[in-house]
């Protein structure tokens, strides 16, 4: 019996590789649809693994839904996933046009898009930050003088994700440059000019991420994840941790929320990533939900701490079968993201762990000679490395001392700071 041909939309980065890597493992098809340039950046093993790839224009989804539609009933495609943000709307569509299990298409704007996400939050009764949509500069001023705004308050791009162009603001004197910042900022495949941003109440707490599987509209938690971030004007997260143990009432409130979160997405067939904010009276507050695996490495934590295979378990969910969701291990698991301490050329980075027991996964992103940057969005890491074990007190204590052993020195660069390469090495014990 032939299985059918799985369509990754985008397979680059660690997370499309273990899943490219699951389905073909299951004697799947695995197929990308990806863009030219992307192409190019994939690795021998990556296109060895593949069955076939089509060369879309991701900026152009409706010209992209019809091309990628044609070429998936060719080639027998029976599921379609991405583990990439930008490309979870295009997903329900395909999935929808195809006949697959899939997100309602009609809600996954809601997503993706950080204003239709408040709108539809709003509709739904969601608790999530006050939020005003801000066009120009007499709708700036307006927001900050709406009393349900305040300050501080939270300006970020509608489109953005990674952290880029985030920038909690203490007073009215910050905002233009904020606003400037979230401006600036390109979502991935935008075709450019989207002055949208938003300006939202600060939600003060600690932060979480729920990682859910949905099927057929039934949402099953695997766990809460803790966030590390910084403070300060640009929070960018330093690591996760997992799982978290709430109070059974902040747990409730916290699930409560998710759950709406995701009905408001049309989230129906698939994993979601819902981050939110806990107070210390242990309300709640959605900051956002992304339909799909959560990044920064938290599927590989899960898989360690909880032995769940979430790479099968979301090819389950795209092909319409039971996933395998129960933990069948009880431990816990924490990544670190190595970032710089300042602007400028990197002249060595020296002291990473190496993987060996207990730490599964080490991949170092900038290369000696890069132009690096402080950490103001999640791509400015350096790179990562994850501890597991069975206890949570020592994994936090061994990643900590790992994490000071490394060694970073960075000289001031005329030119000031650049890109991390994409580019990138990762080791992941088997
Ligand atoms: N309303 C808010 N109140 C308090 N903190 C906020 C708020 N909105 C955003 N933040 C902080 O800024 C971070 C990034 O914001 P947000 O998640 O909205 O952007 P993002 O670009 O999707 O980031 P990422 O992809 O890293 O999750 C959050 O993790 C949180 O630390
Ligand atoms: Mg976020």
Same mark, same amino acid.
């Given at each position: 019996?032939?299985?059918?041909?799985?369509?990754?939309?985008?397979?680059?980065?660690?997370?499309?590789?273990?899943?490219?890597?699951?389905?073909?493992?299951?004697?799947?098809?695995?197929?990308?649809?990806?863009?030219?340039?992307?192409?190019?950046?994939?690795?021998?093993?990556?296109?060895?693994?593949?069955?076939?790839?089509?060369?879309?224009?991701?900026?152009?989804?409706?010209?992209?839904?019809?091309?990628?539609?044609?070429?998936?009933?060719?080639?027998?495609?029976?599921?379609?996933?991405?583990?990439?943000?930008?490309?979870?709307?295009?997903?329900?569509?395909?999935?929808?046009?195809?006949?697959?299990?899939?997100?309602?298409?009609?809600?996954?704007?809601?997503?993706?898009?950080?204003?239709?996400?408040?709108?539809?939050?709003?509709?739904?009764?969601?608790?999530?930050?006050?939020?005003?949509?801000?066009?120009? /500069?007499?709708?700036? $001023? +307006? !927001?900050?003088?709406?009393?349900?705004?305040?300050?501080?308050? %939270? &300006?970020?791009? =509608?489109? #953005?994700?990674?952290?880029?162009?985030?920038?909690?603001?203490?007073?009215?004197?910050?905002?233009?440059?904020?606003?400037?910042?979230?401006?600036?900022?390109?979502?991935?495949?935008?075709?450019?000019?989207?002055?949208?941003?938003?300006?939202?109440?600060?939600?003060?707490?600690?932060?979480?991420?729920?990682?859910?599987?949905?099927?057929?509209?039934?949402?099953?938690?695997?766990?809460?994840?803790?966030?590390?971030?910084?403070?300060?004007?640009?929070?960018?997260?330093?690591?996760?941790?997992?799982?978290?143990?709430?109070?059974?009432?902040?747990?409730?409130?916290?699930?409560?929320?998710? /759950?709406?979160?995701? $009905? +408001? !997405?049309?989230?129906?067939?698939?994993?979601?990533?819902?981050? %939110? &904010?806990?107070? =210390?009276? #242990?309300?709640?507050?959605?900051?956002?939900?992304?339909?799909?695996?959560?990044?920064?490495?938290?599927?590989?934590?899960?898989?360690?701490?909880?032995?769940?295979?979430?790479?099968?378990?979301?090819?389950?969910?795209?092909?319409?079968?039971?996933?395998?969701?129960?933990?069948?291990?009880?431990?816990?698991?924490?990544?670190?993201?190595?970032?710089?301490?300042?602007?400028?050329?990197?002249?060595?980075?020296?002291?990473?762990?190496?993987?060996?027991?207990?730490?599964?996964?080490?991949?170092?992103?900038?290369?000696?000679?890069?132009?690096?940057?402080?950490?103001?969005?999640?791509?400015?890491?350096?790179?990562?490395?994850?501890?597991?074990?069975?206890?949570?007190?020592?994994?936090?204590?061994?990643?900590?001392?790992?994490?000071?052993?490394?060694?970073?020195?960075?000289?001031?660069?005329?030119?000031?700071?650049?890109?991390?390469?994409?580019?990138?090495?990762?080791?992941?014990?088997?």
């Amino acid at each position: 019996m032939t299985l059918p041909g799985v369509l990754l939309l985008d397979a680059a980065g660690p997370e499309a590789g273990a899943l490219a890597t699951a389905a073909a493992a299951r004697g799947h098809q695995v197929h990308a649809a990806t863009t030219a340039a992307a192409y190019e950046g994939y690795g021998p093993q990556l296109k060895d693994l593949l069955a076939g790839h089509i060369v879309t224009d991701f900026t152009r989804p409706d010209r992209a839904l019809a091309e990628l539609a044609a070429y998936a009933r060719r080639c027998g495609v029976g599921a379609v996933l991405t583990v990439n943000e930008y490309l979870t709307e295009l997903a329900a569509h395909l999935c929808a046009e195809l006949g697959v299990p899939g997100n309602d298409p009609g809600r996954a704007r809601a997503a993706r898009d950080k204003a239709a996400m408040a709108e539809a939050f709003a509709a739904a009764g969601v608790r999530a930050p006050y939020t005003v949509l801000v066009r120009d /500069e007499d709708g700036l $001023r +307006a !927001a900050l003088a709406d009393p349900r705004v305040g300050f501080p308050c %939270v &300006i970020k791009p =509608a489109a #953005g994700a990674g952290s880029a162009g985030v920038s909690v603001v203490s007073g009215p004197a910050g905002a233009a440059a904020a606003a400037d910042a979230a401006r600036r900022v390109a979502g991935m495949y935008a075709s450019g000019g989207d002055l949208r941003v938003l300006v939202q109440a600060y939600a003060a707490g600690t932060e979480y991420s729920v990682e859910s599987f949905t099927q057929g509209g039934t949402t099953t938690h695997l766990t809460v994840t803790r966030k590390q971030v910084t403070g300060g004007a640009n929070r960018v997260e330093t690591g996760h941790s997992l799982p978290a143990h709430l109070p059974p009432a902040a747990e409730t409130a916290v699930y409560r929320e998710t /759950e709406a979160a995701i $009905r +408001a !997405a049309g989230i129906q067939h698939g994993a979601s990533h819902t981050e %939110v &904010i806990v107070a =210390a009276d #242990g309300r709640c507050a959605v900051i956002e939900i992304g339909a799909r695996l959560a990044a920064g490495q938290i599927g590989l934590l899960i898989q360690h701490a909880l032995g769940v295979d979430v790479w099968a378990a979301l090819l389950d969910v795209a092909l319409g079968r039971p996933a395998a969701l129960t933990p069948t291990a009880h431990g816990y698991a924490t990544v670190r993201f190595v970032t710089s301490p300042r602007a400028g050329r990197l002249t060595s980075l020296s002291g990473l762990p190496t993987v060996g027991p207990g730490v599964p996964f080490v991949r170092r992103r900038a290369a000696i000679g890069d132009l690096v940057h402080e950490p103001d969005a999640n791509g400015h890491r350096l790179g990562s490395f994850v501890v597991t074990g069975p206890d949570a007190a020592e994994v936090e204590e061994r990643a900590d001392t790992l994490l000071r052993q490394i060694r970073i020195h960075v000289e001031p660069h005329p030119n000031g700071p650049g890109q991390v390469r994409p580019a990138s090495t990762s080791a992941i014990a088997p």
